[in-house]
Antibody, heavy 115, light 107 residues
């Protein structure tokens, strides 16, 4: 059974960079796409983007200019970087398995952006 | 982007009631529609994929139907543990998008 474990800083100041990592345990890393999503008061549940183990990416156009996903297959990990955060980026960030059907989720990371 | 419109936004029902939530897509998404349950403080949990395929381990009282632009999600007999917010999500086109959620409460 695949499990996802998130880590990363949860308190940021405006204009700083958000960095989160998701480690995959108990399953095949290479056969899946891996996604990041978030849940904010302003927009509800929002898909941020996805990455394959080979590094192929798809992004939500609304966030694409500020977001980058990366992958480290040797560690079965994938990461999210979001630049120039504002208060509107405050919310819970999730990593998830699969391409379009999110069947396994990480525990969530509360990210607060405040000066 | 494909817009997903859920209704109602909130719902109060009694234990044992049949509960139905609807989800409408702004474009034809065939059957690429998933339903999630989110309990307070937890990550969403996939209940149904491809409009009507119930995930392994999900109680049989949960079901889904629909295709094209109109979908529904039903709990045949509401149980106290079903208190949660439910979301639909389309997987037909990027970016994947979610409905705004239906908060289900017990009367």
């Amino acid at each position: 059974q695949v499990q996802l474990q998130q880590r990363g800083a949860g308190l940021l100041k405006p204009s700083e960079t958000l960095s989160l990592t998701c480690a995959v345990f108990g399953g095949s890393f290479r056969d899946n796409y891996w996604s990041w999503l978030r849940q904010t008061p302003g927009k509800g549940l929002e898909w941020i983007g996805e990455i394959s183990q080979g590094g192929s990416t798809n992004y939500n156009p609304s966030l694409q200019s500020r977001v980058a996903l990366s992958v480290d297959p040797s560690k079965s990990q994938f990461s999210l970087t979001m630049t120039s955060v504002t208060a509107a980026d405050t919310g819970v960030y999730y990593c998830a398995k699969a391409e379009g059907i999110f069947d396994i989720w990480g525990q969530g990371t509360l990210v607060a952006v405040s000066s | 982007d494909i817009q997903m419109t859920q209704s109602p936004s909130s719902l109060s029902a009694s234990v044992g009631d049949r509960v139905t939530i609807t989800c409408q897509a702004s474009h034809d998404i065939s059957q690429c529609l998933n339903w999630y349950q989110q309990k307070s403080g937890k990550a969403p949990k996939l209940l149904i994929h491809e409009a009507s395929d119930v995930e392994t381990g999900v109680p049989a009282r949960f079901s889904g139907s629909g295709s094209g632009t109109d979908f529904s999600f039903t709990i045949s007999s509401l149980q106290p543990e079903d208190i949660a917010t439910y979301y639909c999500q389309q997987c037909d086109d990027l970016p994947y998008t979610f409905g705004q959620g239906t908060k289900l409460e017990i009367k």
